[in-house]
């Protein structure tokens, strides 16, 4: 008779009946898209392969990654051939100007990423971020050797689940 008064506490009361482990979302490894031309400057491939990645099936249609990768690739046929022209008027003036004559090519470089990024921060806004998307422009170490090169990185947003409680 002596229990008839004891409080005994449960543990459930903490979490009100919900278990964090079964709400945490797995996401996949980024896609990444490297550059597939000939020419190379400051890091930024002349193309990008229009080849669809498998990890977007089901994810993206291929004319839309095509689409994508078409808009990226018109930049950088419209604005590569004008960095090479200045960057070989660069090396040969390079002696005469102390290193001076290449600003410009850097400058034309940063203005390319930057309509890189644009066209990307367009897509991820009125498509790839309503698919779970996002894709964008940053620099990687290459394979072979020790050199930065930019890339295409498609990451996977995770899913905020409806029935966890805030």
Known sequence: ??????????DDEENDGFN?????SIV???????????????????RFDVEFP???????????????IGRINSVLRKTLPVNVKWLLCGC???????????WPVICLSKRTKHSIEKVLDWENSH???KLGLHWSL?????DSSNMMEY????????????????
Do not use: W
């Not at 940053?138 to 290459?142: T, V």
């Not at 498609?154 to 409806?162: L, Y």
């Open 1 to 10: 008779m002596a229990d008839f008064d004891a409080i005994y506490e449960e």
């Open 20 to 24: 964090d482990e079964g709400y945490i």
């Open 28 to 46: 996949p490894d980024p896609i990444i898209v490297r550059g597939a031309g000939h020419v190379t400057v400051f890091g930024l491939s002349n």
């Open 54 to 68: 498998s990890g977007l099936a089901a994810k993206v249609a291929p004319e839309e990654y095509k689409a994508t």
């Open 92 to 102: 040969i003036c390079c002696c005469c100007t102390l290193g001076c004559s290449l």
């Open 127 to 129: 498509l790839y971020h």
């Open 138 to 142: 940053c620099k990687q170490r290459c």
């Open 151 to 166: 890339v295409l990185k498609i990451e996977f947003i995770p899913k905020v689940s409806i029935l966890k409680p805030d």
